[in-house]
């Protein structure tokens, strides 16, 4: 475990070394939320109620949206992915460390620089325009796990993503791929219930919806009771899928790894 826990510093203090590139990426993140905010405003700002949405569900929802958005940013896939392109992922190998524990733990160790800053926006936001009402207290509880698994079910829809580069030349058509599936299925930009009502079912019975759907909608009320149950057991039964299917794609894509050395 103290292997692991030296994991989550190291990518602490990468991320802070390199903070122009770690705020920009979460700058992007904070200019889409204040971009469906201003949109959303327009189109409810007047009282009207679309989908069992009004202005201040809506808000709630988007300000959720945005700390699903920039928690498990992309600091660390970018530097997973260029270790296997370079072949240096043979010395991570080689370590007596599990390598998807490891990349889990650096994403660890980036995520409460990046609940400073969601701290840091939705604070704002809240001094601003006041805070949203907060949902009673076993729908709280809820989102609140909802909020945590978010953090490995995250990593393991980017991390499987990155393994791809054991077959590809290059990552960032990965990864613009990754992020428009992701944020059109998880309804980062749009609430799931304005699809149309095939697309709305796959998109949140999939692993996407857990993303941003699920905590938005508990958060907001548009689910409670049993059904907040089901969507958080969901996106529980994801985790443990994807994680699974993560070890059996690395141990698929090992085969794949040739290093050449001098």
């Known amino acids: 475990m103290r292997a692991y826990r030296a994991h989550a510093r190291a990518s602490a203090l990468s991320a802070l070394a390199y903070r122009g590139n770690f705020l920009l990426s979460l700058g992007g993140v904070a200019f889409q939320l204040v971009a469906l905010l201003a949109v959303w405003k327009v189109l409810l700002g007047g009282g009207e109620r679309v989908g069992g949405f009004d202005w201040p569900h809506m808000r709630a ?10 928690l498990v940013g992309t600091f660390v896939d970018f530097r997973m992915s260029f270790r296997i392109r370079s072949g240096l992922v043979a010395l991570d190998l ?22 400073l800053v969601v701290a840091l926006v939705v604070g704002v936001s809240f001094a601003v325009s006041g805070p949203p009402d907060l949902p009673p207290g076993p ?3 809820l989102f609140a796990t909802s909020m945590l698994l978010l953090v490995p079910l995250k990593f393991a829809v980017v991390y499987l993503s990155t393994l791809t580069c054991f077959w590809t030349e290059n990552f960032v058509g990965v ?3 990754r992020q428009a599936i992701t944020n059109l299925l998880s309804g980062a930009l749009v609430p799931l219930v304005y699809f149309p009502g095939w ?3 796959a998109a949140q019975w999939s692993p996407f919806a857990g993303l ?14 049993r059904q907040a149950v089901l969507l958080v057991a ?15 794609l690395f141990r698929r894509a090992l085969r794949q790894l040739t290093v050449h050395g001098g």
Do not use: N
């Open 61 to 70: 929802y988007l300000l959720v949206a945005f700390a699903s958005g920039a």
């Open 212 to 225: 941003t759907s699920t905590p938005a909608l508990i958060f907001v009320g548009q689910a409670a009771g």
């Open 199 to 201: 697309l709305a079912t």
């Open 234 to 248: 969901v996106q529980l039964a994801w985790v443990v899928v994807l994680w699974f299917a993560a070890r059996a």
């Open 94 to 115: 080689v370590k007596p460390v599990d390598y998807q524990r490891a990349r889990f733990w650096e994403v660890v160790g980036g995520v409460w620089i990046e609940l």
């Open 175 to 177: 990864m613009w791929a």
């Open 139 to 141: 729908e709280l509880a």
